[in-house]
């Protein structure tokens, strides 16, 4: 494929992305992008060839999410997932407005007022509750909201949290999941997580990783000083170092296309992340070049990335920067794909 056309798939598969909001989503923008890498003219086309690959199986679109919402509140009133109509479901308010089930919570408006010309606030009366949100990641978010819902607080004992993600990582789900169904027994209450998509983030486990995850290779100073900074922090908290960097051949066919293209692409997002990381006056413990992530890594490295936001568990070369700031700002120093709303 030619640079223009491999260019223009990014842009029809993510030309949404918080439209309305930011500057047009065109070729134009994600030429600027790519431009940047300080890699020659044929590894900048493979890096928009893999773009373009894991947005095709990881972009969710405006169309995809109401799709996906339409089909769980149909199959809402099936045994499986709580034998109740859409409209006796109390919907979960956990969060805050501009944060994603805010975001997530409007759509299904939308799609109520089309299925049955009413809205979220005014459904309910059921033993059923119903968790929306966009993705699981840590499953911190997800963990924390259960707890500290007032609505749950008063539930009565019987009561089904179905919750429902557009996509989840298996390792934050599996940790999360215990200690939400160790906190609802306690209740009488049980949770039915369902998803449309189950993703693997097992760094050592035998599957095809679902996350960005770089080798090692010697030679860059700034990542080198990552690491040197994170066995520090790691120290200074007494956590033992993880292994920070892949060492197996794993190529997960959802993300790349070949190992040969993965090895560009991760290294490339290494470099910058490690650049943006080491230019920042006082980075945060889960600042990291491959994403956001409390424990000691490189970065979460998801893929995933929704039409009204991007997590910062993506990598940072993605994400990372606000050119507004200047060239002489941290945040100035790189032109975001995907500019991120906080």
């Not at 890498?37 to 373009?52: A, D, K, M, T, Y």
């Not at 308010?93 to 501009?98: D, L, S, V």
């Not at 692409?265 to 943006?276: N, P, T, Y």
Request: charged share 25%; hydrophobic share 35%.
């Amino acid at each position: 494929m030619k640079r223009a056309e491999l260019i223009e798939r990014i842009v029809q598969i993510a030309g949404d992305y918080r439209k309305g909001e930011i500057a047009a989503f065109d070729a134009k923008h994600v030429e600027k992008w790519v431009e940047q890498f300080p890699l020659s003219r044929e590894h900048q086309n493979v890096i928009l060839l893999e773009v373009g690959h894991m947005l095709a199986n990881f972009y969710i679109s405006r169309d995809i999410a109401k799709g996906n919402l339409t089909r769980l509140f149909k199959s809402m009133s099936t045994e499986q997932m709580g034998n109740c109509s859409i409209k006796d479901v109390n919907f979960l308010r956990t969060q805050e407005a501009g944060k994603s089930q805010h975001e997530i919570l409007l759509l299904a408006d939308e799609l109520l007022q089309e299925m049955h010309g009413t809205e979220t606030q005014n459904c309910g009366g059921s033993k059923i509750f119903l968790y929306l949100d966009d993705c699981l990641y840590s499953g911190s978010k997800w963990r924390w909201d259960i707890k500290k819902s007032a609505q749950l607080a008063e539930a009565k004992n019987g009561a089904t949290i179905v919750s429902y993600h557009f996509d989840i990582y298996n390792g934050g789900y599996q940790y999360s999941k215990k200690e939400i169904d160790t906190y609802l027994s306690k209740k009488g209450a049980i949770i039915k997580p369902f998803r449309s998509v189950h993703c693997n983030s097992d760094r050592f486990g035998k599957n095809d990783l679902d996350i960005i995850w770089p080798k090692y290779v010697a030679g860059s100073s700034q990542v080198d000083e990552f690491v040197k900074r994170s066995n520090e922090y790691c120290k200074s908290v007494n956590w033992t170092p993880r292994s920070l960097f892949r060492t197996k051949e794993i190529v997960s066919r959802n993300v790349f296309t070949s190992s040969v293209s993965q090895q560009i692409v991760e290294q490339a997002f290494l470099a910058v992340g490690a650049k943006m990381f080491c230019a920042a006056q006082n980075p945060a413990p889960s600042v990291r070049p491959m994403g956001f992530e409390k424990i000691a890594t490189i970065g979460f490295g998801t893929p995933i990335v929704t039409w009204r936001n991007i997590a910062n568990n993506c990598p940072l070369a993605l994400w990372y920067g606000d050119p507004s700031l200047g060239c002489n700002h941290p945040l100035g120093m790189w032109y975001p794909l995907f500019p991120r709303k906080i």
